[in-house]
């Protein structure tokens, strides 16, 4: 009778330290997660603060910015004289938006078929070795990626504007920042959208193909399809990743001071090349307004990626989900 009495009593206790163990857990993972929000948040915070000091205050005697030019004008520092008139930051936006949308004309289509083709049709060593080396190049630093492309693709651009007898300032262009761009979220691209397309359900190959359909067919009408949701997830990570580049983009970019530069072969400058260029500085309106591009950019990054959700909830619907 004691021994039935100490089992019944062990088996209530389970449930009892098993609860206590699972809100212990909960509270340290919820900890953790707090944490990693509020670096986000605070560094957010930090920015808009000192971003939107040139705006508010005199800047040591020189006058606020003129928050509505700084957003509109075609010119980013007029006469090269630090005054609150001199700064203007509407056409880096352009500039930024159109480089990150030639990049991925290129990285998208290349990036999916090489997802689609390590997934489902490369044989197992070689689908191995691919993966392998697409993984190494998401970790490559973007510094590296910014010598390549000053070292290689500028002097290739260069050339290739004197065949085609257009100039082209040493090579440094639209063309050049696009295509390493590119380079840098095809990796980015290619994972997250093999992952995707890996996770297709075979009932529907099968099927497909049980219905008469080509292996090609059903590869790019309905494992593709199938596998959307997540190729739209790697497209939005590969445009954050290209909005926020700034290092490989200053070497390749040429900086032009005006714009909107929409040429291939002409230089152009984007948001985050802009605020790389006066980090040099410690203090003065020159080192302040660079927060006020942070700003802007974070902006920019949030309007895209709602953008991108909402074609992405859209083809969605119209493919029935």
């Known amino acids: 009778m004691l021994d039935t009495w100490k089992k019944t009593k062990t088996i209530k206790e389970k449930p009892r330290m098993l609860r206590i163990e699972d809100k212990v857990l909960y509270h340290v993972l919820l900890s953790i997660a707090f944490i990693s929000a509020s670096f986000v948040i605070w560094i957010a915070i930090f920015i808009s603060i000192r971003g939107m000091m040139p705006f508010l205050t005199d800047n040591g005697g020189l006058g606020r910015v003129a928050l509505w030019q700084f957003l509109t004008d075609t010119v980013w520092l007029r006469g090269q004289t630090f005054v609150s008139t001199a700064y203007g930051a509407g056409f880096l936006v352009l500039n930024t938006l159109y480089v990150v949308f030639l990049s991925l004309l290129i990285s998208f289509p290349v990036g999916v078929f090489t997802a689609l083709f390590i997934a489902k049709i490369a044989p197992r060593k070689l689908a191995y070795i691919m993966r392998t080396a697409v993984e190494m190049m998401a970790s490559i630093p973007s510094i590296v990626y910014g010598l390549v492309g000053a070292g290689v693709i500028v002097p290739m651009i260069y050339s290739s504007a004197r065949v085609f007898g257009t100039h082209s300032s040493g090579g440094n262009s639209t063309l050049a920042v696009v295509i390493v761009l590119a380079f840098m979220s095809i990796p980015t691209m290619t994972a997250v959208s093999e ?65 909107p530069n929409f040429g291939l072969f002409d230089i152009t400058s984007t948001i985050t090349s802009t605020m790389l260029q006066g980090l040099k500085e410690t203090s003065g309106i020159d080192y302040d307004i660079r927060f006020s591009l942070g700003v802007l950019l974070m902006i920019v990054i949030v309007v895209t990626n709602i953008v991108l959700n909402v074609v992405k909830r859209k083809v969605g619907k119209l493919n029935g989900e």
Not at 203 to 229: D, P, R, Y
Request: aromatic share 4%; charged share 15%.
């Open 195 to 259: 992952v995707s397309i890996r996770s297709v359900d075979k009932n529907l190959e099968q099927a497909s193909l049980a219905l008469g359909a080509s292996n090609i067919q059903t590869q790019f009408k309905v494992v593709l399809i199938a596998a959307k949701s997540g190729i739209f997830a790697g497209a939005i990570l590969a445009v954050g990743r290209a909005l926020g580049e700034a290092t490989a983009v200053s070497l390749v970019a040429g900086n032009s001071r005006s714009g």
